[in-house]
């Protein structure tokens, strides 16, 4: 597993997807953490945290389109599954290094928040109200920061699944495009409202369903600094169950 784990990884500066993504990243997250919070004169980091949420519709299939499509693209999968390596440690590998890309840049992105910090600390340096809070809370940015990884890492395991059922890069990035916004917008559906400013959806029951299934609705605990354990077993068995399904894919396909 090892061994695949760091082909996968270098595989990803040698093409230049990791350069695109780790790019790209970079420069919305810090572009979009100054409008939230510099440019609106404001310490509340929950925007940023939520627009980062709706990036990864886009980012996150960016890592994982290639990891099992160009393989059977390349014709290079029966290497892989003849390889001396269970067909679980093939998909954690692969995955796992999509992984350690993605939480490099999560962590390189905490630069956003040091001007934030410098400017609060300036800022209650020079008032005299000793009572008065100034400066981001430390508990949320943490709290939504652990969240999204929680969910950049259940994404992931969905894209990993979505690339191991095609052999077109193109394909498993829109598919997998559509899969997460459909995951993220689905809470939108209990705020819709008729021209008469009654929900849409009447039913207790379908809203609460809707409320369950959908990962913004457990993501919002942790923006408030609370951690959630409820919602962290969600978005790990989300992912467990994905990449489990990855697994099966490939154990069926070794032995069909």
Not at 92 to 115: D, E, H, Q, R, W
Not at 168 to 185: K, P, Y
Request: aromatic letters at 16%.
């Amino acid at each position: 597993m090892f061994a695949i784990y760091k082909k996968e990884l270098r595989s990803f500066f040698i093409n230049p997807i990791g350069y695109v993504y780790l790019g790209v990243f970079l420069v919305f997250s810090a572009v979009l953490c100054c409008y939230t919070t510099i440019v609106a004169a404001s310490y509340n980091t929950s925007s940023y945290f939520r627009y980062m949420i709706f990036a990864f519709i886009i980012l996150i299939p960016l890592l994982t389109m290639r990891l099992f499509a160009e393989e059977r693209k390349l014709k290079t999968e029966q290497l892989l599954l003849t390889a001396p390596v269970t067909i679980t440690g093939m998909v954690l590998g692969k995955y796992l290094a999509a992984l350690t890309l993605f939480v490099g840049s999560m962590l390189f992105s905490c630069i956003n928040f040091i001007p934030i910090y410098v400017y609060g600390n300036i800022e209650r340096a020079g008032t005299s109200y000793s009572s008065t809070q100034i400066g981001p809370v430390t508990g949320q940015i943490f709290g939504s920061f652990f969240a999204l990884l929680l969910l950049g890492a259940a994404f992931l395991a969905i894209g990993t699944f979505i690339s191991a059922l095609t052999e077109n890069q193109l394909s498993a990035a829109v598919i997998t495009i559509g899969v997460i916004a459909a995951m993220v917008f689905l809470n939108l559906l209990n705020s819709l409202k008729d021209s008469d400013g009654q929900q849409i959806i009447s039913s207790y029951v379908i809203r609460a369903i809707i409320d369950w299934i959908s990962v913004l609705s457990r993501f919002s605990t942790f923006s408030y600094g609370v951690f959630d354990f409820s919602a962290m077993i969600y978005y790990i068995s989300l992912a467990f169950v994905f990449l489990f399904l990855t697994v099966r894919v490939y154990d069926k396909r070794r032995w069909g």
